[in-house]
C-alpha cells in the first residue's frame, strides 16, 4: 500500500506548471482584448450618436435656409468626386464661402471659414476645406472638438414630380427658390460622413468611414 | 520500493514565480476590467440620457403640457419663437425652461451630494474644493447649464444652437480621471416649426 501511493506522489513538473501559466495568461489576455474590444465598439457608438446628433443639426440648417431664404437658388456649390459606396451619389451640394445673407436674412445666417481658425473656433462653424477644385472642394464639421473627430457634411436634392398636391391650396405646396409657386418641393438626402481628425490644418480620413444619411423635404413656405 | 522523489528548491520556488506572475496579472486585468465596465456602463448611460436630453429639448415640453393655457409656443426649442435668454436646467439637473418654469424630470436620479476636488471636478459645475460651491447637490444627468446660441449663427434668426453635457455624477465621483464621466454634446434646432405649432 505504502509503495503503490509513493509512486502516485509525482507532483506537477516544472515543465507542467509552466504550461499551465502560459495558457492560463493567453486566456487572460484574450479576456483582456474582450475588454479592449468593447470598449472600442462603446466608443464608436458613442460616437455615432454625436453624428446623428450633428447630421440632425445639419439637416436643420440646410431645411431652414431652403425653406425660409433664396439659398435653393444661388447658395450651395456643385462639388464632385465623392468616393463611397456605390449607392451614395459622387456628386453633391455643400455650403458656399462665405454664406452671404438670403432673401432679407440677417447678416449672417451663419459663418462658414476656410482658415485654420476651425480649429480653435466656434463648434457650429462649417469649414470648407477648398474653393480651387471642386472634386476637392468638402465641407466639414466637429463631432466631438475635445477629441478633434469631424464629419464630413454634403447633400443632394432632387425635385419631386408629379407635385404631391394642388398648386396654391392651404397647406399645400411648394414655392420654388424663385418664390413662384410650383407645388415641387424638393427631396434633400443630406450625408454626413466621419470620422475625420483634424490633423495640421487639414481634415484626413480616419480609418474607415461611416455614413449617416437623413432624408427629408424641403421648399420655401408661403 | 519506488523512490519518492519531491521537488527541488528550485522547482518550488520557480513555479511559485510564475504562478505569481500570472496571478497578479489576473488581478490587474480582473481590477481594470471592473473600471472598464464601470466606464462601459456608464458611456451607454450618458449616451441614452443624451439621446432623451434631445428628444426633450426638441419635442419633450410640447408632450409635458396640456397645450391648452394659451402659451403653445414655447414648449420646446422646436416650438419657441426665440431662444430664451437663460439657461435650460433646474439646479437639481431637470430640465426647465426658465422661461415659463416648466420642469422636465424623466432624466433625474435620487439627489445625492458631490463634494468637490476643484473647478470643473469631479463634475462640471464644482467650483472649489473649499468654501461655498465645493459641495453639490445633484439629481440627474445634465452636467451644466444648457447653453443656447441664438446669435448671428442662427439661420435667418430661425435656428439655435444647443451645447449640453451629460454627467455620471455617481461614477465621477470615485473616479480617478472623472473627465470620463462627463462628455459634450451638439445639437442645432429650427426655432417656431410649423409641425410643431400645428393651427
Known amino acids: 500500500?505504502?509503495?503503490?501511493?509513493?509512486?502516485?506522489?509525482?507532483?506537477?513538473?516544472?515543465?507542467?506548471?509552466?504550461?499551465?501559466?502560459?495558457?492560463?495568461?493567453?486566456?487572460?489576455?484574450?479576456?483582456?482584448?474582450?475588454?479592449?474590444?468593447?470598449?472600442?465598439?462603446?466608443?464608436?457608438?458613442?460616437?455615432?450618436?454625436?453624428?446623428?446628433?450633428?447630421?440632425?443639426?445639419?439637416?436643420?440648417?440646410?431645411?431652414?435656409?431652403?425653406?425660409t431664404t433664396s439659398f435653393a437658388q444661388s447658395g450651395p456649390v456643385t462639388t464632385t468626386g465623392y468616393d463611397g459606396p456605390a449607392y451614395l451619389p459622387a456628386t453633391r451640394l455643400i455650403y458656399p464661402t462665405p454664406l452671404t445673407p438670403y432673401s432679407g436674412g440677417p447678416a449672417s445666417d451663419f459663418t462658414t471659414t476656410a482658415s485654420a481658425g476651425f480649429q480653435t473656433g466656434d463648434a457650429f462653424q462649417v469649414y470648407i476645406s477648398n474653393q480651387l477644385l471642386p472634386a476637392l472642394n468638402r465641407a466639414f464639421v466637429w463631432i466631438d472638438q475635445s477629441q478633434g473627430v469631424m464629419a464630413r457634411v454634403s447633400w443632394t436634392t432632387t425635385a419631386i414630380t408629379p407635385a404631391a398636391c394642388v398648386v396654391g391650396s392651404d397647406g399645400c405646396g411648394c414655392l420654388a427658390p424663385s418664390g413662384v409657386f410650383s407645388a415641387q418641393c424638393q427631396r434633400l438626402d443630406l450625408y454626413l460622413e466621419y470620422p475625420y481628425r483634424f490633423v495640421a490644418g487639414v481634415p484626413v480620413a480616419d480609418g474607415t468611414l461611416k455614413t449617416v444619411t437623413l432624408s427629408t423635404l424641403v421648399g420655401r413656405h408661403t | 520500493m519506488m523512490r519518492q522523489r519531491g521537488f527541488t528548491l528550485i522547482e518550488v520556488l520557480m513555479a511559485s514565480a510564475a504562478t505569481g506572475v500570472v496571478i497578479v496579472a489576473a488581478t490587474a486585468f480582473m481590477l481594470k476590467g471592473l473600471s472598464w465596465y464601470d466606464e462601459l456602463s456608464a458611456k451607454v448611460e450618458m449616451n441614452r440620457h443624451a439621446r432623451e436630453a434631445f428628444d426633450l429639448l426638441a419635442y419633450g415640453g410640447r408632450s409635458a403640457s396640456t397645450g391648452k393655457d394659451g402659451t403653445k409656443n414655447i414648449y420646446s426649442l422646436h416650438g419657441m419663437k426665440a431662444a430664451p435668454p437663460g439657461g435650460l436646467r433646474s439646479n437639481l439637473g431637470a430640465l426647465q425652461y426658465?422661461?415659463?418654469?416648466?420642469?422636465?424630470?424623466?432624466?433625474?436620479?435620487?439627489?445625492?451630494?458631490?463634494?468637490?476636488?476643484?473647478?470643473?471636478?469631479?463634475?462640471?459645475?464644482?467650483?472649489?474644493?473649499?468654501?461655498?460651491?465645493?459641495?453639490?447637490?445633484?439629481?440627474?444627468?445634465?452636467?451644466?447649464?444648457?447653453?443656447?446660441?441664438?446669435?448671428?449663427?442662427?439661420?435667418?434668426?430661425?435656428?439655435?444652437?444647443?451645447?449640453?453635457?451629460?454627467?455620471d455624477a455617481f461614477e465621477a465621483q470615485r473616479a480617478v480621471a472623472p473627465a470620463l464621466f462627463s462628455d459634450t454634446y451638439r445639437a442645432v434646432f429650427t426655432l417656431n416649426r410649423d409641425e410643431d405649432d400645428p393651427h
Not at chain 1, 507542467?16 to 472600442?40: K, N
Not at chain 2, 415659463?100 to 467650483?127: E, R, W, Y
Open chain 1, 1 to 67: 500500500m505504502h509503495s503503490s501511493n509513493s509512486a502516485r506522489q509525482g507532483g506537477f513538473s516544472l515543465i507542467e506548471v509552466l504550461s499551465a501559466s502560459m495558457i492560463l495568461s493567453i486566456f487572460i489576455t484574450a479576456i483582456g482584448a474582450c475588454w479592449i474590444s468593447a470598449d472600442r465598439q462603446i466608443n464608436a457608438l458613442v460616437l455615432r450618436q454625436k453624428a446623428v446628433f450633428v447630421a440632425s443639426s445639419e439637416m436643420e440648417r440646410v431645411t431652414t435656409l431652403y425653406n
Open chain 2, 98 to 167: 426658465t422661461s415659463n418654469k416648466l420642469t422636465l424630470t424623466t432624466d433625474q436620479f435620487s439627489t445625492m451630494t458631490i463634494a468637490c476636488t476643484g473647478a470643473g471636478a469631479p463634475v462640471p459645475d464644482c467650483k472649489s474644493n473649499k468654501g461655498p460651491g465645493s459641495s453639490l447637490s445633484v439629481g440627474g444627468w445634465i452636467g451644466s447649464d444648457i447653453k443656447l446660441d441664438g446669435g448671428p449663427k442662427s439661420v435667418n434668426n430661425r435656428t439655435v444652437a444647443a451645447t449640453f453635457v451629460i454627467t
